[in-house]
């Protein structure tokens, strides 16, 4: 398939909010095919450390943007992008201006927010357990995870969004509210 053709969906919010469950239902019920910008940065930081937490995919992203520019994960995201035959590319975590003019870039690319207040995402990230360092208290949470440096565009980017879906309840409502997103697409 060529690439004009794809629907280029990016998936935005904040740390906790559902990217990747939105994701991943995408992928389960309409064939999308699911990349994540964060595993590009996991593929590097694998080969240095043992367990990785949050703030080290900020430093290295951060790291990365200042020496090669906004753009620097889009580039490579584009390419996998483009190596795929699916019809559907679901993207998640959008961070930078960058990655949604690349999303952008293609006739059908579509940015959704993923809205979810904070003490639900912070009850998530500490349950999941999956970075090395999510276990953090309430307040620790605001005053540091939600201020890394990968984070300074969410809001703004949130802001472009063509959809925005409110994660706050249980799966069931956060199904519905796909769908309505999905039925306004016409996939």
């Known amino acids: 398939m060529e690439s004009n053709q794809k629907i280029v969906i990016g998936i ?3 740390n906790g909010s559902g990217k990747d469950t939105v994701c991943d239902y995408l992928v389960e019920k309409h064939k999308a095919e699911k990349l994540v910008f964060s595993d590009l940065l996991k593929e590097a930081l694998q080969v240095f ?3 990785i937490g949050r703030s080290d995919y900020a ?3 951060t790291i990365l943007r200042e020496k090669y520019g906004e753009g620097i994960l889009a580039h490579s995201m584009q390419r ?3 190596q795929r035959s699916a019809k559907i590319v679901v993207i998640a975590g959008v961070r930078d201006r960058g990655e949604l003019k690349m999303i952008k870039s293609y006739q ?3 940015l959704i927010c993923v809205e979810t207040n904070l003490k639900i995402r912070w009850k998530r990230l500490v349950s999941r357990n999956v970075k090395a360092d999510d276990k953090v208290s309430l307040e620790v949470f605001k005053e540091t ?5 990968s984070e300074k565009y969410i809001q703004e980017l949130s802001n472009q969004a063509d959809y925005t ?3 706050n309840g249980d799966f069931a409502e956060l199904e519905k ?3 309505e997103v999905v039925s306004s697409m016409k996939l």
């Not at 995870?145 to 440096?149: F, G, I």
């Open 59 to 61: 430093w290295l992203a």
């Open 165 to 167: 879906i409110n994660n």
């Open 49 to 51: 450390i043992g367990d």
């Open 177 to 179: 509210g796909i769908d």
């Open 108 to 110: 059908n690319g579509i």
């Open 145 to 149: 995870k939600e201020n890394l440096p």
């Open 12 to 14: 935005v919010g904040a």
């Open 80 to 82: 996998k992008i483009d």
